[in-house]
């Protein structure tokens, strides 16, 4: 059959444009239920909630959307990475994007200070009223280092006692609990304990451009004390007698002694006789006690 005829015999038979009875019904029921699923989507929709973006995004949002997140990224990264870490990256980073050499960025050392160091330079054998008077935090350093130390023995430094110079220093805690310079020699190089002997030596120095003097005390070996004493002798100091204890080999004339015996003596004697003539006066009253009772019964 040719398309034409085939056309009118459908429109013939009732079907022409696909036309149905049910078409209507079926497109009403449709937009009622869109109808209601609008209704329920408005009904499920928060008032803080934004509106759904059907289309594609603007590109600058996308763009700051990208940084916003790539930053985040960056942040936390740097946040895991430790101060050094972070500044080699900092550095690298620098050098890559605006060039130039890594030994440019390596930090000069040749100034830098350690609390010893600051101790050596404002340390001082003894401190005055006038040192503590303009007090920077490196002297009051060095000034809480110098309270800690012992100052009742010296340690010495003799070798070079030859050129008679010597060098003197406080104690610390750990030579005061060993008992160094006190109950050993006071030589650095020498820990000999028997033989010791103290020396007073009036020690001479120079400090901070000004000449100081500052009369120590030592206690020495035989050999040590020889060194110190190589050019002239110094002052021994020997332990004080205790006042009332009279000593073995004591200096005092022989009449002295004499006189002072024979009146000891003397004075016991008196003591003895006055004792017996106690002792006999008594034994007379009980005798007499004894005569009366014997003859009043």
């Not at 038979?13 to 696909?18: C, Q």
């Not at 909630?49 to 940084?67: I, L, P």
């Not at 003894?126 to 002297?139: G, P, Q, R, T, V």
Request: overall charge positive.
């Amino acid at each position: 059959m040719v398309p034409s005829q085939l056309r009118l015999s459908a429109a013939a038979r009732g079907h022409g444009d696909y036309d149905s009875d049910f078409s209507d019904e079926e497109n009403g029921e449709k937009s009622v239920q869109k109808t209601k699923s609008v209704k329920e989507d408005g009904l499920l929709i928060k008032p803080f909630q934004k509106a759904k973006q059907g289309s594609v995004v603007h590109r600058q949002f996308a763009a700051e959307e990208w940084d916003r997140e790539e930053a985040r990224k960056r942040r936390f990264h740097l946040i895991a990475m430790d101060a050094y870490e972070r500044h080699k990256k900092f550095v690298n980073d620098y050098i890559l994007y605006y060039g130039g050499k890594i030994e440019d960025f390596r930090r000069s050392g040749a100034n830098d200070k350690t609390d010893l160091d600051v101790i050596r330079e404002n340390h001082r054998f003894l401190w005055d009223e006038d040192d503590e008077a303009d007090m920077n935090w490196e002297k009051r350093l060095a000034k809480k280092y110098y309270d800690k130390l012992y100052k009742e023995y010296c340690i010495a430094d003799l070798s070079r006692y030859k050129e008679n110079k010597f060098g003197f220093r406080w104690r610390h805690e750990k030579e005061v609990i060993s008992g160094k310079g006190q109950f050993s020699c006071g030589n650095k190089h020498c820990d000999e304990k028997e033989g010791l002997k103290s020396w007073e030596v009036n020690f001479g120095y120079v400090e901070h451009g000004e000449k100081r003097n500052a009369l120590v005390k030592l206690r020495l070996c035989p050999e040590c004390s020889h060194k110190l004493n190589f050019h002239h002798r110094r002052k021994e100091v020997k332990a004080c007698k205790k006042r009332g204890t009279a000593a073995p080999n004591s200096k005092e004339p022989k009449a002295k002694k004499t006189k002072l015996s024979c009146s000891a003596k003397k004075k016991s004697k008196k003591k003895v006789h006055k004792e017996r003539e106690s002792l006999l006066n008594n034994m007379c009253c009980k005798e007499n006690l004894s005569k009366n009772w014997i003859l009043h019964t």
